[in-house]
């Protein structure tokens, strides 16, 4: 069996290496966001944000960081690695619910792809095989959630990416851990485009988004294109339509493969033509 990572938009073998790196990584998982958990909120109690500013950005070279994208995306990822002999996708516990010991929502909803799929396999039974329909669907729940779909990397490497993680900022810690500090988390490759004129002033725009970029005051809505980082929360619930994606001006490429997911064909291996097939018998 080959396990696959992604190397320059394309899927390649993982090493042996890489597995058991993987996998020592997710059977400490649970420690390590406890440790960091504790460690932010100690440095917050402490006012001390410039310590945590340099923290995640050292800390961030190593551990997991992550790029977000809009479900649809996400969903179009499925669908390209799902042309696999043999697809690499997995489902387990929410890592940051499992080691703080708090729920909200779904909680079995790590979706780990290629090598990290069977890494985490390895390193915990609570990761089971997913199909890609199953994936799919889990992702739309859980985008009816709330959920930020993201997908995270460790070493800031493509090359090391190996879950769709489906945030939130109540429990998440990369996300909170964001929100105190900032670098674990990119834009991804969308931003939103608001419609005033169809808008309808409903304010869910503002519940759905964790980035703060959508506001309603004094009965008109903005958004702040800075603090959009293109999870699309906002848009597939806007009772006026009033909210449409567009590609991000100026984005560069982070995690999420897009000519990957745009043509997953371009990576499969040719077939064979037949010989002799244009013989006139």
Not at 47 to 56: E, G, K, M, Q, T
């Amino acid at each position: 069996m080959t396990y696959h990572k992604i190397r320059n938009g394309k899927l390649v073998p993982a090493g042996r290496f890489q597995m058991m790196v993987d996998t020592f990584y997710v059977r400490n998982e649970p420690t390590i966001i406890r440790v960091l958990d504790a460690t932010t909120r100690f440095f917050l109690k402490a006012r001390a944000r410039p310590v945590l500013w340099l923290l995640s950005r050292l800390i961030g070279i190593v551990l997991p960081t992550g790029e977000v994208v809009t479900t649809e995306r996400a969903l179009a990822f499925i669908d390209a690695i799902s042309l696999l002999d043999r697809t690499e996708i997995a489902v387990g516990p929410c890592m940051c619910q499992k080691a703080l010991g708090k729920r909200n929502g779904t909680y079995m909803k790590d979706i780990v792809i290629l090598y990290g799929a069977e890494s985490h396999k390895m390193a915990s039974p609570e990761y089971t095989d997913l199909g890609p329909d199953e994936a799919k669907r889990l992702l739309g729940e859980l985008h009816h959630e709330g959920l930020i779909p993201t997908f995270y990397c460790c070493l800031r490497s493509e090359g090391w990416m190996y879950a769709i993680c489906s945030c939130e900022s109540k429990i998440c810690f990369p996300v909170r851990a964001h929100q105190a500090a900032g670098a674990v988390l990119f834009p991804g490759p969308d931003v939103v485009v608001l419609n005033s004129d169809r808008c309808t002033r409903c304010g869910t725009c503002v519940d759905r988004c964790h980035f703060a970029a959508n506001t309603l005051t004094n009965g008109s809505a903005g958004v702040d294109l800075a603090k959009c980082y293109g999870c699309g929360l906002c848009v597939s619930t806007c009772a006026g339509q009033a909210r449409t994606m567009i590609p991000r001006p100026g984005y560069s490429q982070r995690y999420y493969p897009i000519g990957l997911a745009a043509n997953p064909t371009a990576w499969l291996p040719a077939r064979p033509s037949a010989v002799g097939s244009d013989r006139v018998n």
